[in-house]
Nanobody, 121 residues
Framework: QLQPVESGGGLVQPGGSLRLSCTAP???????VGWVRQAPGKEREGVSC????????NYVDSVKGRFTISRDDAKNTVYLQMNSLKPEDTGVYYC???????????????WGQGTQVTVSS
């Protein structure tokens, strides 16, 4: 069973930055990777995704210009650099994998346990 592992969450003040990492045990290069977050009392929301070849990325409108997704397949790791964080970015961030590109946020095959991001002064 392929299960990605997230790290890098924490407590940060508004305007601050965090970098989340998603590591898989093997062959991450074969998978599209998405970051999906769930805020308290809300449904899961796709934040960003990157294709298996890394040639295409996508972002939800609320994070465009602030978040950057990237991948280092040699390290089996995908990153989410989050800058200019806002309180509304608070939530549990999940890394999700799928062998197909372009899946919607609720359709990924493999999910991590999540990492908490809290933006608060």
């Amino acid at each position: 069973q392929l299960q990605p592992v997230e790290s890098g969450g924490g407590l940060v003040q508004p305007g601050g930055s965090l970098r989340l990492s998603c590591t898989a045990p093997q062959l991450l290069e074969l998978y599209a990777v998405g970051w999906v977050r769930q805020a308290p009392g809300k449904e899961r929301e796709g934040v960003s995704c990157i294709t298996s070849g890394g040639g295409s990325t996508n972002y939800v409108d609320s994070v465009k210009g602030r978040f950057t997704i990237s991948r280092d397949d040699a390290k089996n790791t995908v990153y989410l650099q989050m800058n200019s964080l806002k309180p509304e970015d608070t939530g549990v961030y999940y890394c999700a994998l799928d062998p197909e590109d372009g899946v919607t946020a609720d359709k990924y095959d493999y999910w991590g346990q999540g990492t908490q991001v809290t933006v608060s002064s």
